[in-house]
């Protein structure tokens, strides 16, 4: 019973296919348009133009609040990226100007983390 015959398969060479460069079904792209797919699946009165203001409710419909929070988030994020919206006062209030480097803000950053995690590894008496 455990012994099974195998059926050996036929080898080929990949090089010997010939392969046809145009597909026989192409599919038309030009139905497939940005504002049919917003007036399709967008919520509520939202369109295929671009607003530059917070959100309501997520353009798409989520089940999970979770899902709808982070949706609603990430919109947030990107109008901050695009400044048209200031970031948090919790943030902007670190005694930085608007022009230092991200990438200088990150470091410095994490060099704050990685020291208290550092401090906090070390044994009793130690400093």
Do not use: C
């Amino acid at each position: 019973d455990l012994e099974v015959r195998h059926e050996k398969l036929e080898e080929f060479d990949l090089d010997d296919i010939s392969v046809s460069s145009e597909s026989d079904e192409e599919d038309d792209l030009a139905q497939y348009t940005f504002p049919k797919y917003a007036a399709t699946y967008f919520q509520g009165s939202a369109t295929h133009t671009h607003i530059q203001r917070v959100l309501q409710h997520p353009l798409l419909y989520h089940e999970d609040e979770v899902d709808t929070a982070a949706s609603l988030a990430v919109w947030i994020i990107i109008l901050r990226f695009m400044g048209v919206l200031q970031e948090p006062k919790t943030f902007t209030q670190d005694n930085r100007t608007r022009n230092d480097a991200i990438m200088t803000q990150i470091h410095d950053s994490h060099n704050k983390r990685s020291k208290k995690i550092l401090d906090m590894h070390q044994p009793v008496g130690q400093v």
